[in-house]
């Protein structure tokens, strides 16, 4: 784990680390493994997202790319796919092995994924929530789509649309108190009526220091540049309408037809 983590700067480590917390600490929310409904639901939501079957997506082969607790790859397994579950943390990985014992879990930057999977690719990848957290998306993304091959379809859900300055003010200010006191500012934030949500839900928006904003014109453009068919859906489900959830295929002969 130590080595994973040498190259990255005081902002990355501070991200990954906040995620690490947050996975280890406050795992309980909405619209996650710990709610019955996310579970009864999760496979039509990837299928809803995806636009395939359940036919289809049968004895697939995935990678869940930050996997963070493996809410999606629990779904991954009941559709009946082998899963590959990733996560930079500790916290993250022993979560997802916990719940997800079908899963392969493994501990990797995403940045260095082709040689810790020995240049593995996989019908389908998935990375839900993930780049945006990164120093480099574009970056991240060209990594996602070196486990691909012909025939394999990508999904990411992004940031995209400008969260509101408050948000951005108290972000810079969390930065300079400890994990623990960030949740404890977040409860107290809540307890007073001037925030609104899951403690997991507001960790993970204003602890975490990397946030970047994709607009849809540049995650076009990064579709386009890997030849990649562009196909956006928005889930009901979801409280971040706005934001970019978007599958890709290769377009050429032989790809699904998605
Ligand atoms: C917002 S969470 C999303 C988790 C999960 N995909 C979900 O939807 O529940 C982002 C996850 O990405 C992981 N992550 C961040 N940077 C990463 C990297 N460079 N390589 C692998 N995982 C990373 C974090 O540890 C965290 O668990």
Known sequence: MKNILLSKSKEELDTINSF??????LSDSKYLLTEESWKSSVDQYILDELSVTREWIRNKTVIDVGCGGGRWSYGFVKLGCKVTSVDISEGPCELTKRNVPQADVI????FELQQALDNKK??????????????NP???????TTLMHQNSIIHLYVYSFKRAIKVKRLRKLLKFFSLKNRELIIRFLIKAGILHGSVHELYDSLSTQINHEIGESVLKKWFEEYNLKYQRYT????????????????????????
């Open 20 to 25: 690490n917390y947050q996975w280890s600490h």
């Open 107 to 110: 501990a990797a930057d995403l």
């Open 122 to 135: 996989f019908d389908i990848v998935w990375c839900w929530g993930v780049i945006h957290h990164t120093s």
């Open 138 to 144: 574009h970056r991240a993304f060209e990594a996602l």
């Open 235 to 258: 889930p009901q489900w979801t409280r971040h309408s706005r934001d970019l959830f978007v599958t890709g295929s290769k377009i050429s002969e032989g790809a699904n037809k998605i």
